[in-house]
């Protein structure tokens, strides 16, 4: 392992390839990952399905521009194992949060997305500050959510994408993931009169893309520019660093007392403890926040 290789860890690379109209990103998350997963306590399975979604949330969330906020991948179902899975992504900082239901984990006949989703589906959320908010959906019925994920651009948003992923590790993770997307009629802003999924540029890029492998996205020994470079080496690549991936909660006990304020007072007597105390625990970082009745009377 050598030192520029753990620099570059939980660091985004963005990269362009402008004679083929081509944006890429490649990221490979550790110590943020794993701050995320460690307060929380998955069987593995979940854990991995978390670790993966945060990583598409990097390099999805990356290619917004800052002024378009937050990004946020959520995956739900009603009758499956997992009920609600969300990570997000604002400027570098992910969190997510896995709601599941524990009975049905452990009577689970097999690990498909049809089984812990069962009829469930993927919603992308972009909340813009100024234009508002964008969702588009699609259903969870890939073989992975990195699937459903480049399912979601080729169909909601007729953007020919393809995307690579790898994880390694069992209680310290590392995932590692390739974004590469084709923009017809050239760059983010103007109205693309046409897509087309075989269009010639795109099978070359892709087709060197499908080459990169999920370990060498995972292997500290190799930089992130290096795999660049050796996937796009016969064409001009411009890279760039993006941002780097941090472990980031908004929630903020100020909040959370006007939301409980907004309670009768009948209704806060019964959330309270023995110790005249509300606590609230935020379910992405798992922080309690306890908020006396006292405290509220002011
Ligand atoms: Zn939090």
Redesign the pocket.
């Known amino acids: 392992m050598n030192e520029q290789s753990e620099i570059m860890n939980d660091q985004l690379l963005h990269f362009t390839i402008a004679s083929r109209d081509v944006r890429g990103r490649i990221v490979r998350i550790d110590t943020a990952l794993n701050a995320i997963i460690s307060v929380h306590n998955y069987p593995p399975l979940i854990e991995n399905l978390l670790a993966e979604t945060i990583t598409l949330a990097a390099v999805i969330g990356s290619t917004l521009k800052n002024e378009d906020g937050q990004m946020t991948i959520q995956a739900q179902s009603a009758d499956g194992v997992i009920s609600l899975l969300v990570c997000d992504y604002i400027a570098g900082a992910v969190?997510g949060y896995v709601q599941f239901d524990q009975h049905k984990f452990d009577a689970r006949e097999d690990d498909s997305l049809e089984t812990l989703f069962a009829d469930g589906y993927l919603a992308i959320t972009i909340d813009r500050a100024k234009q508002g908010r964008y969702q588009g959906i699609v259903p969870l019925d890939g073989s992975s959510i990195t699937d459903c994920v480049e399912h979601y651009f080729v169909q909601s948003e007729q953007l020919p994408t393809k995307i690579i992923y790898g994880i390694r590790g069992d209680s310290n993770k590392i995932t590692g993931a390739l974004l590469v997307q084709h923009l017809p009629d050239g760059e983010e802003g103007k109205e693309r009169l046409h897509v087309r999924l075989d269009h010639p540029e795109w099978e070359h890029v892709k087709i060197l893309s499908q080459s990169m492998s999920p370990e060498e996205l995972v292997d500290t020994c190799i930089p992130l520019e290096e795999l660049a470079w050796r996937l796009f080496h016969e064409e001009e690549v411009r890279i760039e660093k993006g941002d780097i991936i941090s472990r980031g909660?908004?929630?903020n006990e100020a909040h959370i007392r006007d939301v409980i304020a907004k309670f009768p007072d009948s209704e806060r007597q019964e959330m309270a403890n023995e110790e005249g105390q509300i606590v609230v625990d935020?379910?992405?970082?798992?922080?309690d926040f306890f908020i006396s009745l006292a405290s509220l009377a002011n």
Do not use: A, E, G
Request: glycine residues 0%; proline residues 0%; aromatic residues 10%.
């Open positions: 969190r909660c908004r929630c935020c379910k992405f970082c798992s922080k």
